[in-house]
Each structure stands twice: as structure tokens, then as C-alpha cells.
């Protein structure tokens, strides 16, 4: 199993960013997925998941209204549209396949998204 997450940066407050997560090594479009991110001394959460064929998709309140997690089952990928950002989005951002814990132990490197005030 492999993930491999891109697309994070600098952004100032009220910008935006996608990421991407590619995934290899198992059957992508049997997999639920969800993105995940961990800030500087705070445990892992939840932040968007996203069913199978794409048709159904939940997010953590704090997220609401302005992220989007979408995917693309020919390409083996999940993306995550986020806007509005603010400086608590601030951390490294990590997919894994599962809705409601992760699925795979092995975990990607993480994207670091940083959202300046």
C-alpha cells in the first residue's frame, strides 16, 4: 500500500489550496477514503471522507461549507478543495482508505498545509 500526498503549502488566511492523494497497492475504487490531518501536539482527526463510488461524502464541523473532498476512481486518487482557509487548518495533512477509522497502518508522508493570520 502506498499514499502519496501532494499539493500543501503557504497560504494566507482566506486562501485556498488541493490537495491530491494517490493511492497504489490495493483496490482504489472499492475503498471509502478520507483525509485526515494532525496539528503540532493535537492528535490525528478526521476531516473529510468520501464513500466509494463518490456519491456520499462527511465532514468535521469545523470544515463545513468550505472544504470539498472528491475523487477520481480512473486516476486512483482523492483530492481535498479547501477554502476560506484559516490558521486553525494549519497542519499535515494525510489520507488513508476507511470511513470510520483508517484502514491501513502504513501512512504517507502528509502534505504540510500552513495558513498564515
Known amino acids: 500500500v502506498q499514499l502519496v500526498e501532494s499539493g500543501g503549502g503557504l497560504v494566507q488566511a482566506g486562501g485556498s489550496l488541493r490537495l491530491s492523494c494517490v493511492a497504489s497497492?490495493?483496490?482504489?475504487?472499492?475503498?471509502?477514503m478520507t483525509w485526515y490531518r494532525q496539528a503540532p501536539g493535537k492528535e490525528r482527526e478526521l476531516v473529510a471522507r468520501i464513500a466509494n463510488a463518490g456519491r456520499s461524502t462527511d465532514y468535521v464541523d469545523s470544515v463545513k461549507g468550505r472544504f470539498t473532498i472528491s475523487r477520481d476512481n480512473a486516476k486512483n486518487t482523492v483530492y481535498l478543495q479547501m477554502n476560506s482557509l484559516k490558521p486553525e487548518d494549519t497542519a499535515v495533512y494525510y489520507c488513508?482508505?476507511?470511513?470510520?477509522?483508517?484502514?491501513?497502518?502504513?501512512w504517507g508522508q502528509g502534505t504540510q498545509v500552513t495558513v498564515s493570520s
Open positions: 497497492g490495493f483496490t482504489f475504487r472499492s475503498n471509502h
Open positions: 488513508n482508505a476507511g470511513w470510520l477509522k483508517p484502514f491501513y497502518t502504513q
